[in-house]
């Protein structure tokens, strides 16, 4: 609370209720002086530009507006993101410490498997700060399902062994067995949170038109928790020996829901980076397929001269 209230509001806000003097002053407390060539009079110029082009090619202000045109586009792409974050398989993160007890391993021991793994998460993102500004979120994004993917799959196969194992519970195999399915979703949260976790926020803000922004990402969160809801139910189902009793071959599961995300976000998920918003609604208007965004040329000169033609003419 203390934060926010010293928290300037957003430029991109006060330059759609044309309050550009304070867009320019609350830009300036927002960028960190002498380490970037920055001008803030280019920058509130620039922000201009693309709220008006948004308002003459169309782009409403209701959450109606989400779902019309090409802005239906970007807000089903945005609620993806969010929503691939369950389906990636973290509902076996969340319930780790239970994860690994059914897994096999001691109760005192699978707490303390959870503790290392919150802290490779930490670090995980720590390693996203510095992949973001070298890689695009795309990017990111599919090599981190891809490899996701594969950890689950591997966990499911591990769940099937030792299932078949003939040996007690108690015994050397049966105990190597539950080290290596709490070892693999220790990679995977590691993973997970270089590049799934963090990285859905980029997208999530970058995607949708601004002047639809907050709405598209109230709707994003909404689809989140209600697949959050689901996950939350059926996670324990699979892993309580007295019901599904799926245990580590939950993975299979996951696994399978982790690639049907990698293959939407091959063929639907777009390359934001390195755009301006102005740029990302211009390929979004020309319907541009999102495995082509990251290498379309945009000229922002001529497509500012359409849009005025095209409003005349309307």
Request: hydrophobic share 45%.
């Amino acid at each position: 609370m203390i934060g926010i209230i010293f928290a300037p509001e957003p430029p991109w806000w006060l330059v759609r209720k044309n309050r550009l003097e304070e867009a320019k002053a609350a830009l300036r407390r927002l960028t960190s002086p002498g380490r970037i060539e920055f001008d803030a009079d280019q920058a509130i110029t620039l922000m201009v530009v693309t709220t008006e082009s948004e308002r003459e090619t169309g782009t409403g202000t209701r959450y109606i507006d989400c779902f019309r045109a090409v802005d239906l586009r970007r807000t089903s792409i945005a609620c993806c993101c969010w929503g691939i974050q369950i389906l990636s398989g973290t509902g076996l993160r969340i319930y780790s410490t239970y994860f690994y007890q059914q897994a096999g391993l001691p109760t005192e021991q699978a707490f303390t498997m959870s503790i290392i793994q919150y802290a490779l998460g930490i670090a995980g993102v720590f390693v996203a700060w510095i992949l973001l500004p070298r890689f695009g979120r795309r990017t990111i994004y599919l090599w981190g399902l891809g490899i996701l993917a594969v950890v689950l799959l591997v966990i499911g196969g591990l769940g099937v062994a030792d299932s078949r194992s003939p040996s007690p519970a108690d015994s050397s195999a049966s105990s190597g067995l539950a080290w290596s399915i709490g070892s693999m979703l220790i990679v995977y949260t590691f993973f997970y949170d270089v590049t799934i976790g963090p990285v859905c926020y980029s997208l999530v803000a970058e995607i949708p038109s601004v002047r639809l922004r907050s709405k598209s990402i109230v709707l994003a969160r909404i689809t989140y928790n209600i697949l959050n809801i689901v996950s939350n139910i059926i996670t324990p189902y699979m892993l309580n020996p007295s019901a599904w009793n799926w245990g580590a071959k939950a993975g299979f599961f996951y696994g399978g829901t982790c690639v049907l995300s990698f293959v939407y976000t091959y063929f639907c998920i777009p390359e934001p980076s390195g755009r301006t918003y102005a740029e990302l609604n211009i390929l979004f208007q020309r319907n541009v397929p999102a495995r082509s965004f990251a290498k379309t040329h945009v000229d922002l000169a001529e497509a500012r001269a359409l849009d005025t033609d095209n409003s005349k003419n309307d």
